[in-house]
């Protein structure tokens, strides 16, 4: 009898256990979905508010490509706030009045960080098919707001070499065209993948795949 009520009892704790791993392995799994859900959305919520200022701005895209295609951008300042214009961004708007001063460079150089970590996380939550275009989008967008940076530094060290040469800011300098051109071409990358989401409905694409 006592041998009988042993094995029994091995039998229960044996079944008790598994079940115990059973509902770990469970609890394990919704957690682990619930993590994802919340890393895709987040996700999710920054890339719109980044696709949301190319739509409000691209109507006057043009302007400053133009702009930019014929000689110095005079107005950077201007087109970098109306790119950096939401929550998400707005900690570094005035850093491209301030370039290279301590505590904005710490701002911009944190939130420049923060870009590319994004961009290699989305392509690790999301599909292949999906995650590789938004990173291509935040990839650009990162570099677009970088080589900003970069021409206001080599814009303000020519104005201030004409300034102290008493003599008008030249349209040929090496220096200015190279960062100008940079410039150019992460501004038309940047609204071109912009449109590409759109048009290829990928976040749509997003949306379904965050909600299953």
Not at 14 to 20: H, L, Q, S, T
Not at 81 to 88: G, K, P, R, W
Not at 135 to 161: G, P, R, T, W
Request: aromatic share 10%.
């Amino acid at each position: 009898m006592d041998q009988t009520w042993q094995i029994i009892v091995s039998v229960v704790t044996a079944f008790a256990a598994i079940v115990a791993l059973v509902i770990s392995i469970i609890q394990i799994s919704k957690s682990n979905k619930q993590s994802l859900f919340e890393r895709r959305l987040n996700a999710y919520l920054k890339i719109r508010w980044l696709k949301s200022l190319c739509d409000k701005n691209n109507s006057f895209k043009e302007s400053y490509l133009k702009e930019a295609k014929e000689g110095p951008i005079l107005v950077l300042d201007m087109l970098f706030s109306c790119m950096t214009n939401n929550s998400y961004l707005e900690e570094i708007q005035p850093v491209i009045n301030h370039v290279l001063e301590p505590e904005w460079q710490r701002k911009y150089l944190l939130k420049i960080e923060e870009l590319r970590s994004l961009c290699e996380e989305v392509r690790l939550i999301f599909p292949e098919n999906i995650g590789y275009s938004l990173a291509d989008f935040i990839f650009y967008y990162e570099e677009m707001l970088v080589s900003m940076y970069k021409y206001q530094i080599a814009l303000n060290h020519l104005e201030k070499e004409c300034k102290e040469l008493n003599r008008p800011l030249p349209t040929d300098d090496s220096l200015e065209k190279n960062c100008r051109s940079v410039v150019v071409r992460n501004i038309e990358g940047t609204f071109e993948l912009s449109e590409r989401l759109f048009k290829e409905g990928t976040l749509e694409k997003t949306k379904k795949v965050i909600k299953l």
